[in-house]
């Protein structure tokens, strides 16, 4: 099954896999989610917070903000290059406004074959 295909194996039964030695998607939320909180308290009102990162950390970071079970994180689906997700506060907590949005370029002048 080559060099992680038991690791690979144990990600498809959906168990916790340090994939090649890092941290656990939990780890990392655990990581990243205090901080977006952390700026997100400290925001004006109406104000904007945006956070850059690999998709896989914004996909976990999300999951938490949105109290899912860490095995649901996946359902999620990934993050495009260069897309986004909103989430916005409800009256319950976080909501996901958008996910994985974006747009296509624009053509440039120029461009023309």
Not at 27 to 45: F, G, H, Q, S
């Amino acid at each position: 099954m080559g060099r992680y295909g038991e690791q690979y194996a144990a990600w498809k039964r959906g168990e916790p896999v340090r994939r090649g030695g890092g941290e656990l998607e939990t780890e990392v939320a655990d990581r990243a989610a205090p901080l977006v909180l952390e700026y997100a308290d400290k925001l004006p009102e109406n104000g904007t917070l945006v956070v850059v990162s690999h998709g896989g950390t914004i996909r976990t970071t999300i999951g938490r903000l949105l109290d899912l079970e860490a095995r649901h994180w996946e359902s999620l689906g990934g993050l495009s290059n260069c897309c986004w997700s909103v989430l916005g506060e409800g009256a319950r907590g976080w909501r996901l406004m958008e996910h994985n949005a974006g747009t296509l370029p624009e053509p440039v002048l120029g461009d023309d074959d």
